[in-house]
């Protein structure tokens, strides 16, 4: 069995304790590669590594940079293929899904970043008849990235991109569920000879070389995707150290669909952020609000075309949903269909694993779900499920849906349908959400701001907003 290995200073190294943890395949159910079980004394060696080329790195011109950038884009697209099957074989995820949405995002994030650097100004400010101040924005150091499981290679580049663009040296570490990829990026690494120590790669668990990233003095910043309990930890190592935070956690998405709304397209589209990735996508939809206009239309329709939805392992061309990423994972999404039952909700499709033939007879399957007939306040409606199961709720008013709307802890994204402007402008301007989508969903633009309110988290990602996080102002005043 393959052993993945890390990669600190140019160099695949195996973990110093030489303990390994099995890499499980969603679609089987079985291990197929061993992973490293990083410890303290490996992120150590990672960050001695980053601190070492943080000068050389730091002191080449942005042009510099962004063109070994643009060769580690250019080397993953290269090897297309090959990630696109590493992707979804250790996610679940339908390889088309893999394809089309998180090997080409990865390539492209590089690309921004290699490119958006150049283009990133700071600024002046004059003090007529005194002086002159201007602002430098100078990079950190060594920061920490961490990444999530449900977009691996997606959300990995997505940290890494703007924080080597500015001049910074990175010790990341990829989620343990689904390593693969990062392990991919570090093969192009070393087949484009990447400036050793710029980027280096510790796998293992959270607690353990995770947490070692974090509570590390000389990891000037910690950017983090994933659950928001795992986020209160980190805040709470991290801001006694006055350490520079990202934390984009977790989601429990309205999706408000109001009657005159293009029915066909909103249908289409609610098919997508329902299921989209299996549901594990923070941005999904999972709470669909409809008001009573077109609800028992929106019911039959939806419930009718979710029965029919295919969910086959990840190759099957045909596949719509794949496996969910592990089987505890799979056994959380259950109980919380179980619990909905308990709740008083009634299941319209799904609820159930799922069992295909072998060689998937072991694998981690579930039948996309809808529920109806929960209160708007249930755990059901308030906690963050991620996967295939969402509730729907009929509503009458503007202001009865955005009181629903805006009940949760949670406040990342949002979706509206209506045809109407000045509905659509006011109700985006009072849900809580740090992203607003109108008549659309998942439409990204890397330049914007992404991130979320409340429990979603701290700081934004993307265009300046990642670059002004991976660097410090610093003011300079000049008299005349």
């Known amino acids: 069995m393959e052993k993945i290995q890390n990669y600190i200073n140019g160099k695949f190294v195996a973990p110093k304790a030489g303990n390994y943890f099995d890499n499980i395949e969603p679609s089987k159910g079985v291990a197929y590669s061993l992973i490293p079980d990083s410890q303290t004394e490996d992120v150590e060696a990672a960050i001695a590594a980053a601190q070492a080329a943080f000068p050389s790195w730091s002191g080449l011109s942005i042009e510099e940079r962004g063109d070994w950038m643009m060769k580690l884009s250019e080397g993953i697209a290269a090897r297309m293929t090959e990630f696109v099957e590493a992707e979804s074989r250790d996610n679940g995820k339908p390889i088309k899904l893999a394809e089309h949405v998180d090997i080409p995002r990865a390539i492209s994030n590089f690309k921004f970043f290699a490119t958006g650097v150049q283009h990133y100004a700071s600024e002046s400010h004059e003090m007529v008849g005194v002086g002159i101040n201007y602002t430098l924005r100078k990079p950190l150091g060594v920061v920490g990235c961490i990444s999530p499981w449900n977009l691996p290679l997606y959300l990995f580049s997505w940290k890494i991109a703007p924080a080597m663009a500015t001049g910074n040296c990175v010790v990341a570490k990829p989620s343990e569920v689904t390593p693969y990829t990062a392990y991919l990026l570090c093969k192009v690494m070393e087949d484009i000879n990447f400036p050793k120590g710029v980027l280096n790669i510790v796998h293992g668990y959270g607690h353990t070389a ?271």
């Open 210 to 480: 995770g947490d070692a990233i974090v509570r590390h003095e000389l990891t000037k910043a910690i950017s983090f995707t994933g659950g928001t309990t795992t986020g209160q930890t980190i805040a709470k190592i991290a801001a006694p150290m006055f350490k520079k935070l990202s934390l984009e956690l977790g989601g429990k998405n309205p999706n408000i669909i109001f009657d005159d709304c293009d029915f066909d397209e909103m249908l289409s589209t609610t098919i997508r952020s329902s299921f989209a990735n299996q549901g594990q996508i923070c941005l999904c939809g999972s709470r669909i609000f409809v008001q009573k206009g077109i609800y028992d239309r929106f019911k039959t329709e939806f419930v009718a075309k979710i029965k029919n939805a295919k969910v086959s392992y990840p190759t099957d061309p045909k596949a719509q949903l794949g496996a969910v990423v592990s089987k505890s994972h799979m056994e959380k999404v259950l109980s919380y269909i179980e619990l909905a039952k308990d709740e008083g909700g009634t299941i319209l499709a799904g609820g159930h694993q799922v069992k295909l033939e072998a060689p998937y007879d072991q694998g981690f399957y579930i039948a996309p779900t809808i529920i109806e007939g929960l209160k708007f306040d249930c755990r059901t409606n308030q906690e963050e499920i991620f996967g295939p199961v969402v509730t729907i709720t009929p509503f009458e008013t503007e202001e009865e849906v955005l009181m629903m709307a805006n009940s949760t802890q949670y406040g990342l994204s949002a979706t509206i349908w209506t045809n109407d402007l000045k509905r659509a402008h006011r109700m985006a301007n009072d849900i809580e959400a740090g992203i607003v989508w109108i008549n659309a969903w998942l439409v990204r633009d890397l330049r914007t701001p992404f991130g979320g309110t409340k429990s979603s988290g701290v700081g934004r990602e993307g265009g300046w907003e990642a670059m002004k996080f991976f660097t410090e102002p610093k003011n300079v005043f000049v008299k005349y």
